[in-house]
């Protein structure tokens, strides 16, 4: 299916509007309600301190409402405490917590993705959603094999070699 502009119905393109009573939107979460307080996120900030809370604000609702968000981020500390305890080379180092930082702003850009797809497609089908969110998913789980392969080259070795002089003492 081509998607060309004479096939878009602007019509039928939904917008977040305020609610009525609140400048604060909650958001139902199967644990939990969050309350996002964005009333002006339409606009460009006019600070970098303002621009530096939107991010943290974005950091904060990926670590709160996404389980793999967490989850990378459990690892990633893992990998950089092993990094550290095995006393690896600083640019091995660098290119653990690189791979890490990648794996983190994909995870940061699926979520991005994901709610921007569900925004306009409210709670219908469609391929071409499907298609985003799938290849934003894809784009993870490449980042994730890809640290996990550079992890594992640079932290087994050492990891192993730790293992085999405590049992062997």
């Given at each position: 299916?081509?998607?060309?502009?004479?096939?878009?119905?602007?019509d039928?393109?939904?917008?977040?509007h305020?609610?009525?009573?609140?400048?604060?939107?909650?958001?139902?979460t199967?644990?939990?309600?969050?309350?996002?307080?964005?009333?002006?996120?339409?606009?460009?900030?006019?600070?970098?301190?303002?621009?530096?809370?939107?991010?943290w604000?974005?950091?904060?609702?990926?670590?709160?409402?996404?389980?793999?968000?967490?989850?990378?981020?459990?690892?990633?500390?893992?990998?950089i405490?092993?990094?550290?305890?095995?006393?690896?080379?600083?640019?091995e180092?660098?290119?653990?917590?690189?791979?890490?930082?990648?794996?983190?702003?994909?995870?940061?850009?699926?979520?991005?993705?994901?709610?921007?797809?569900?925004?306009?497609?409210?709670?219908?089908?469609?391929?071409?959603?499907?298609?985003?969110?799938?290849?934003?998913?894809?784009?993870?789980?490449?980042?994730?094999?890809?640290?996990?392969?550079?992890?594992?080259?640079?932290?087994?070795?050492?990891?192993?070699?730790?293992?085999?002089?405590?049992?062997?003492?």
């Open positions: 299916m081509k998607l060309n502009e004479s096939s878009i119905s602007y039928e393109v939904p917008f977040i305020q609610p009525n009573n609140s400048s604060t939107a909650k958001l139902n199967s644990e939990k309600t969050l309350k996002l307080n964005r009333e002006l996120s339409w606009q460009v900030a006019n600070s970098l301190l303002t621009s530096f809370k939107y991010a604000a974005g950091l904060s609702y990926a670590f709160q409402t996404q389980r793999n968000f967490r989850i990378h981020t459990f690892i990633g500390i893992l990998a405490g092993l990094s550290i305890l095995l006393e690896l080379q600083p640019i180092n660098v290119v653990i917590v690189l791979t890490i930082g990648l794996v983190m702003a994909m995870e940061l850009l699926n979520t991005a993705i994901e709610s921007v797809v569900d925004l306009t497609v409210k709670q219908h089908y469609h391929e071409l959603a499907k298609i985003a969110k799938d290849c934003a998913a894809g784009a993870v789980l490449v980042s994730a094999i890809v640290a996990l392969l550079v992890a594992s080259y640079l932290i087994l070795p050492r990891l192993l070699d730790l293992v085999i002089s405590a049992l062997g003492n």
